[in-house]
């Protein structure tokens, strides 16, 4: 199975930000230049004014942590992949440790962007690279389920997600950004967060 978290809220600050107070007094407590830090909404709120779904690495953190702990990743049946709003893809393997400390998350997420591998030597555990979502979906070649709370409402008894694509939203609000040919399946009208979804996919493997 692979999982893909698309539209992820996932990316260092871009450069129309860098100059914002908030932004450049995080950057000068990290001491990092502004645009090597990742955007976060609960440190940058004021920057972020009007596009309130950006900066939500956190989302990505639980979902990662749930995933790769998951017995389809240990048993190495599952393939993690992480897709952002910039159309940036990173590819997980199953034997990586994701920090279970954020802050120590946000220092391997802001080292993944700028060297584009971690470690920056030697085999890495993730790579990121540029790519839509829909060409990561036409790579892996398997049929996409897309969840999406209007999407056809299905039990998790009836979702089947052996041998497929499974996309989940890495994003606190409204639509995905990115268009993907998939079946979109709802598990019913209840809003769930991304790292619910997730835990409830990787369950209907072992049912
Ligand atoms: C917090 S939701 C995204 C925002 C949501 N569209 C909203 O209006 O708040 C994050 C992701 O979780 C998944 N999700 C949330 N509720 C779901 C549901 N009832 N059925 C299936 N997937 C759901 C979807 O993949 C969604 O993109």
């Known amino acids: 199975v692979n999982l893909i978290i698309a539209d992820s809220e996932l990316e260092l600050v871009p450069p129309e930000m860098a100059k914002h107070p908030q932004v450049k007094e995080s950057a000068k407590i990290r001491g990092k230049p502004a645009t090597e830090i ?3 909404s609960t440190n940058h709120f004021k920057a972020i004014f009007g596009e309130q779904r950006r900066g939500r690495p956190d989302i990505v953190h639980v979902c990662l942590l749930l995933a790769l702990d998951s017995l389809a990743n240990q048993q190495g049946k599952l393939k993690v992949f992480v897709h952002t709003r910039n159309d940036v893809i990173i590819e997980i393997h199953s034997s990586t440790r994701i920090p279970r400390n954020y802050n120590r998350f946000v220092g391997l997420m802001e080292q993944l962007l700028l ?5 920056p030597e030697g085999t890495p555990l ?3 690279r540029k790519g839509t979502l829909q060409k990561l979906v036409d790579e892996l070649g398997k049929k996409a389920v897309i969840f999406d709370e209007n999407g056809k409402t299905k039990r998790i ?4 997600l052996g041998d497929k694509t499974v996309i989940i939203g890495g994003f606190p609000s409204g639509d995905y950004l990115s268009k993907a040919d998939g079946q979109k399946v709802s598990l019913g009208s209840e809003q769930l967060c991304a790292w619910s979804a997730v835990a409830y996919a990787l ?3 072992e049912l």
Do not use: R
């Open 157 to 160: 008894g009836e979702l089947h």
């Open 126 to 128: 993730m790579t990121a």
């Open 203 to 205: 369950s209907s493997l």
């Open 115 to 119: 060297v584009g591998k971690v470690p």
């Open 38 to 40: 990742l955007l976060d």
